[in-house]
């Protein structure tokens, strides 16, 4: 099927602007990112992130598109968060909600 040239830019131009170690990430090259290493949380930190952030069980259970008895039970220790979870809690801790927005 062949693109049109008004999509063809489209495609093409989804990376206008990026910083030069965005341009094109492949697994090969992910590692000059050096993303940061996402630490497990203790239902404390998890507790005193939200807290920070002036967030809810709820409001904080809307931000990550989840229920809020995940958040109740991580929070009690019942369960653990992990995978995008546990990568939107580091994003909170080190950037704040702005991160969101």
Do not use: C
């Not at 931000?63 to 995978?83: C, L, M, Q, T, Y």
Request: glycine share 4%; net charge positive.
């Amino acid at each position: 099927m062949k693109r049109s040239d008004n999509n063809s830019s489209r495609f093409t131009d989804t990376n206008k602007g990026a910083s030069p170690q965005t341009k094109h990430i492949t697994l090969r090259n992910i590692e000059k990112l050096q993303l940061p290493v996402i630490q497990e949380y203790t239902p404390a930190k998890m507790i005193t992130i939200r807290k920070k952030v002036r967030l809810s069980q709820a409001a904080l259970a809307k931000v990550f598109n989840i229920s809020p008895s995940a958040v109740r039970k991580w929070e009690v220790g019942d369960k653990k968060p992990s995978g995008a979870s546990k990568k939107l809690y580091d994003l909170i801790d080190r950037r704040g909600l702005e991160v969101f927005v």
